[in-house]
């Protein structure tokens, strides 16, 4: 059993960044593909980007490529997301993710392990 738990989600001005965090439990994250997903009022839950077993595989959404760049620490047990440029669009509850799997999948059925969420709100 994986438990991640997000942080760094706040009210943030229109053009601004921020750094959100997911600590993830146990001693096997290294073997864990993470993932950013997303969802905003009445929409469904996007993928935002994911990461394999290294930083150095990463996949992001085509809507945030270039001002978004995801990667982890696996001596820390933290997957990061970097959110740059940000516009009132990207406000949404993050979610972090993860599954057992050497390519990170792009479609949320495919992880196994979620976390509660954290709230960015992006003001135009």
């Known amino acids: 059993q994986v438990q991640l738990i997000e942080s760094g989600g706040e009210l943030v001005q229109a053009g601004g960044s921020l750094r959100l965090s997911c600590v993830a439990s146990?001693?096997?994250?290294?073997?864990?593909?993470m993932g950013w997903f997303r969802q905003a009022p009445g929409k469904e839950r996007e993928f935002v980007a994911a990461?394999?077993?290294?930083?150095?595989?990463?996949i992001y959404a085509d809507s945030v490529k270039g001002r978004f760049t995801i990667s982890r620490d696996n001596a820390k047990n933290t997957v990061y997301l970097q959110m740059n440029s940000l516009p009132g669009e990207d406000t949404a509850v993050y979610y972090c993710?993860?599954?057992?799997?050497?390519?990170?999948?792009?479609?949320?059925?495919?992880?196994?392990?979620w976390g509660q969420g954290t709230q960015v709100t992006v003001s135009s």
């Open positions: 146990g001693r096997t994250f290294s073997t864990y593909a």
């Open positions: 993710a993860a599954v057992v799997r050497a390519v990170p999948p792009t479609i949320a059925a495919d992880y196994r392990y």
């Open positions: 990461v394999g077993w290294s930083s150095s595989r990463s």
